[in-house]
């Protein structure tokens, strides 16, 4: 039973999810500062960004089509 059903969240939005409660405790346990605590943030959510993206297989192969 889902009680926020309207809010659709996959198994890549909790691992996301898992990796910002991570740094959220690593910048409590070792006291980084705020920005410390930003720039992973943001440094996360680009590599789940970049992770997401697909690369078109017919460009990239098509040097070998020729």
Same mark, same amino acid.
């Given at each position: 039973?889902?009680?926020?059903?309207?809010?659709?969240?996959?198994?890549?939005?909790?691992?996301? %999810?898992?990796?910002? %409660? +991570?740094?959220?405790?690593?910048? %409590?346990? $070792?006291?980084?500062?705020?920005?410390? $605590?930003?720039?992973? +943030?943001?440094?996360?959510?680009?590599? $789940?960004?970049?992770?997401?993206?697909?690369?078109?297989?017919?460009?990239?192969?098509? $040097?070998?089509?020729?």
């Amino acid at each position: 039973m889902m009680f926020y059903s309207y809010i659709k969240l996959g198994p890549r939005d909790g691992v996301m %999810l898992i990796s910002v %409660l +991570i740094m959220l405790v690593l910048t %409590l346990v $070792f006291k980084w500062s705020v920005w410390e $605590f930003v720039s992973s +943030i943001v440094a996360v959510i680009i590599a $789940f960004s970049a992770g997401h993206m697909r690369s078109n297989e017919k460009n990239v192969l098509a $040097f070998l089509k020729k």
